[in-house]
């Protein structure tokens, strides 16, 4: 599953990033890597993604969530 | 003299400690051949003299940007005795990824646990020893906003110097020159996240499981209400930023319309020449003014916006903006200082302040001036009344609204490509900072230093400006036909007219790139011909233009195309000599500041030339 598809309120666990290395050093130096849990806060058709992950509230581009592959988690 | 440079991620405070640490005595320029804006200072403590480096705000080490780059030659350069790495306490997991990378530079530094009062508020506890121990350089608890804490980092900061410490632990990464692989990278990434939780066992006790949205934020992130929330928020900021300049404003005021007459007085009785009398009553007594005005608007909005920022309110703004803005390159956070341009150029102006980058905020200064500010909007209609019925007013109002839009992707084509370049251009990966309390004095602190700042600046530039202007339109008779500016202006006439603007409009156009209170007053001189051109220019609003006659002759005298391309010219034109003041202010870049100038007044003038041919078709 991408990351765009997930509900508000899903736990979910970053299974793989596929980015180029520009998109990957912005999104892992804010602190999304591969294996790190996140929660989906808030996913609003056309708005940002807002995430919770490692402590902080993120809001990601939609077109950039769709290159992160995740895993829906308990 | 022993070096000090500032790390830390954007956020995390690090703005609030070199404000704090250095107060007036600091410098801002550009790090050399850089779009980058470089920040130095210096303190004294216990009677030695330290200096100060704020290095650019970035979430990494890894050479992504400019302002990796820079950070990342600085520190390895050695030139920094010590690093003083900031880290956000309420988010220590993630911030502590720049402390892994700077592990891998060797350098001695200090750590500052900074938001201890956020961290705290969410039950966070931190075992700082614990941490120290294991980094094996100090670590500090802290609160950047509480001018308290001082004593202590400067202590800490004193004897580090004296015998510093470097980072005893450090990641697991590939010792290579080459070009690193995207597995590569991926892999030393998490290693640098598993350091960091090896680290941070047992230093950390709770953690926040699941994020929980505030009530405020379910409606500031609603994607229409949200927006409608976010404009609210700042127009009232706006307003608040009024309130607190109309005072100063007003006492400005004062000094030109009650000092003029007995400078001009007692100066002529003494039989002092013409032309010092003009400086010292009208030129001298404005500039005062202005520069006063200028710095009660940068303390306004300075006050209004370092609240929203502390609070975190922008951040939600820029989320909300960011698709909108992002198509002219700007950063969503460049809303507000837009929003206020339609009150003021100088308070959008200064309110880029917010943006992360030079860059970004000279292109979002650049896309300020282009918005109408509240002046033209009382100048507009009446020109547009003695031309036009209302229903044209309006219309026109329309029309220009419509221009602003176009304006701005102009601007982003012209300015974007070199002050946004398209490879930084990421889409939306930001941070919601957590709500904060705002810690006024701080704040208070803050906003009077730039103001402070500003009014100094300003008085040598509105002086040249206005010795420039006072000297072309000085006029020893009283009479127009004597000024520098007539001349000039009859004999350009043939030129201005192909740009659809008589030598008489054209110099009210040219008026309003000084002030655009000048216009009318301008106007009322160039037509009316009841008042000197100076006392039209400098007394702008005491003058009082009698809109009758005034209507009456100009729209005798002037083709409804004229007008229109006239009005259209003002509007674009460069905004007003305290906006350019404070553009050059902000931006410390004379060169980008010239061309922006140049830009507007161009285009002012393309602008009126096409509006004027077209205009005539159908007029």
């Known amino acids: 599953m991408k990351l765009n598809e997930l509900k508000e309120g899903t736990m979910a666990s970053v299974l793989s990033l596929d980015a180029d290395m520009h998109l990957l050093s912005r999104v892992t130096s804010i602190g999304v890597t591969e294996g790190t849990r996140i929660q989906v806060v808030k996913n609003d058709k056309k708005m940002p993604i807002l995430i919770y992950v490692r402590e902080t509230l993120l809001a990601l581009n939609r077109k950039d969530c769709e290159k992160i592959e995740v895993e829906v988690i308990g | ?619």
């Open chain 2, 1 to 619: 003299m022993s070096t000090i440079a500032l790390l830390g991620q954007p956020n995390s405070g690090k703005s609030t400690v070199f404000n704090q640490l250095t107060g007036a005595r600091q410098h801002v320029g550009n790090w050399p051949g850089k779009t980058v804006e470089k920040k130095d200072g210096s303190f004294s403590y216990n009677g030695k003299k330290y200096e100060l480096i704020d290095l650019p705000g970035s979430y990494a080490l890894s050479g992504n940007s400019d302002e990796e780059i820079i950070t990342e030659d600085f520190i390895k350069s050695g030139k920094a005795d010590l690093v003083c790495i900031l880290v956000d306490a309420s988010q220590l997991e993630r911030s502590m990824y720049m402390v892994s990378e700077f592990a891998l530079l060797d350098k001695p530094a200090v750590l500052l646990l900074n938001m201890m009062d956020v961290a705290k508020k969410q039950n966070k506890e931190i075992d700082d020893k614990l941490l120290s121990e294991r980094l094996g350089i100090p670590v500090l608890p802290f609160t950047a906003a509480d001018g308290k804490e001082y004593g202590k980092l400067k202590d800490m900061l004193e004897q580090e110097l004296s015998a510093p410490h470097k980072l005893v632990s450090k990641p697991w990464v590939v010792d290579s020159g080459k070009e690193k692989s995207i597995d590569l990278v991926k892999a030393e990434s998490e290693a640098k996240f598993q350091w960091v939780a090896e680290m941070l066992d047992g230093v950390t006790k709770t953690k926040t499981e699941k994020y929980e949205l505030s009530k405020f934020d379910r409606v500031a992130i609603r994607p229409v209400l949200g927006k409608l929330v976010s404009i609210g928020i700042i127009l009232l900021a706006f307003l608040v930023a009024m309130i607190v300049c109309i005072p100063f404003m007003s006492l400005g005021s004062m000094i030109p319309k009650y000092s003029s007459g007995p400078i001009s007085d007692a100066l002529t009785s003494i039989n002092v020449h013409p032309w010092l009398v003009s400086i010292f009553s009208l030129m001298i007594p404005n500039v005062i003014y202005f520069s006063l005005s200028m710095a009660a608007f940068v303390l306004g909005v300075n006050l209004v916006f370092g609240f929203l920022e502390e609070v975190g309110f922008l951040a939600r703004a820029a989320y909300q903006f960011d698709g909108v803005l992002s198509k002219i390159g700007l950063q969503g956070k460049a809303v507000a200082p837009l929003l206020m341009g339609f009150g003021c150029t100088i308070g959008g102006s200064c309110g880029t302040r917010v943006m992360d980058n030079w860059g970004q905020k000279m292109l979002a200064m650049a896309a300020v001036w282009a918005i109408p500010c509240a002046s033209i909007w009382s100048i507009i209609p009446v020109v547009s009344g003695m031309f036009f019925p209302a229903w044209g007013t309006l219309l026109i109002c329309l029309c220009i609204l419509l221009y602003v839009v176009f304006m701005m992707f102009i601007v982003s084509k012209v300015f974007g490509k070199k002050l946004a370049p398209i490879e930084t251009r990421t889409g939306m990966i930001m941070e919601l900072p957590p709500y904060h309390k705002a810690h006024w004095k701080h704040i208070w602190k803050e906003a009077f230093f730039k103001a402070l700042d500003i009014f100094l600046r300003a008085l040598r530039t509105v002086t040249i400006i206005s010795l420039l202007f006072w000297a072309l339109s000085y006029s020893g008779s009283g009479a127009i036909e004597d000024s520098i500016l007539y001349k000039i202006g009859t004999a350009i006439e043939p030129v201005t007219k192909f740009f659809g603007m008589g030598w008489r409009t054209f110099m009210a156009f040219l008026s309003g790139a000084f002030a655009k209170e000048a216009v009318l007053g301008v106007l009322n001189a160039v037509f009316v011909g009841d008042n000197s051109l100076l006392n039209a220019t400098f007394n702008a609003k005491t003058a009082g233009a009698d809109a009758g006659s005034l209507s009456t002759i100009m729209s005798n005298s002037v083709s409804q195309a004229e007008a229109l391309a006239f009005m259209f010219a003002v509007t674009f034109n460069i905004p007003c000599v305290m906006a350019l003041s404070t553009t050059y202010r902000e931006s410390h870049s004379l060169k980008w500041t010239a061309r922006v100038a140049i830009f507007y007044f161009g285009s002012a003038l393309l602008l009126s030339c096409v509006v004027y041919h077209v205009a005539s078709l159908f007029l």
